[in-house]
């Protein structure tokens, strides 16, 4: 019980602070990964940003990467099903 009381203290303070940079570089690392750019170079600079900067690369591909992605139109194949 001790173990516990012994480890609430500053170090928290900076479990917190890493998980909460760590969590946005993942999204955006995984996110570069699965989506699709207008051209291979610029997932491939986003991707190294992201890796090589941490902080920077996720920064820079939340601010201007996410405009370059091209949006994917998702179609059911029911749309254009002919009326009964």
Known sequence: ???LFNFVGPEIFV???ALLLLVPWIWAIVDIVKSQFK???DKAL???L???FPLVGTC???FYGQKQK???IETSEFVDSPKL
């Open 1 to 3: 019980m001790t173990l």
């Open 15 to 17: 479990i917190v602070f």
């Open 39 to 41: 051209t291979k170079q």
């Open 46 to 48: 986003y991707l190294v």
């Open 50 to 52: 992201a890796v090589a």
């Open 60 to 62: 820079i591909y939340y």
């Open 70 to 72: 091209l949006a994917l």
